[in-house]
């Protein structure tokens, strides 16, 4: 299993949720950030805006998964048909266990599920 987490703009995570819903991948979570890129956030006059909104989707899926998951983002998420700065970052990082919390179930990246004492 993947952790998918993409921060993007604001105005493009209704379509980013509603094309990973469309795809099979509805569980997402949404969090509110703030941050900069290499562009060192927005100058506009004399004032520098250094803290951008953004919106950042946490998901997990599958390894097989992985490509087909990120391009539905990249090719949703990304301004106009070549992008343009502060479209956003898209970080992979392997997962090695998951924990349902209501039920107990571990599951692991080799598809195995076992129900823990808790």
């Keep these: 299993m993947v952790m998918i987490r993409s921060i993007i703009r604001p105005e493009k995570v209704d379509s980013v949720l509603a ?7 509805p569980a997402v979570t949404k969090v509110s950030v703030v941050g900069r890129g290499k562009q060192r956030g927005i100058k506009i006059g004399e004032v520098t805006y250094d803290e951008i909104p ?3 989707l946490i998901t997990v899926v599958p390894d097989r998964d992985k ?12 301004t106009g048909e070549k ?5 956003g970052k898209i970080f992979v990082s392997p997962v ?8 107990g179930i571990k599951e692991t990246s080799d598809s195995e599920s076992k129900e823990i004492a808790v």
């Design 19 to 25: 094309a990973l819903m469309e795809a099979g991948y």
């Design 67 to 78: 490509d087909f998951v990120v391009r539905t983002i990249i090719n949703v998420a990304r």
């Design 83 to 87: 992008g343009s700065f502060g479209d």
């Design 96 to 103: 090695t266990e998951v924990y349902t919390v209501s039920s």
């Design 54 to 56: 953004k919106e950042m």
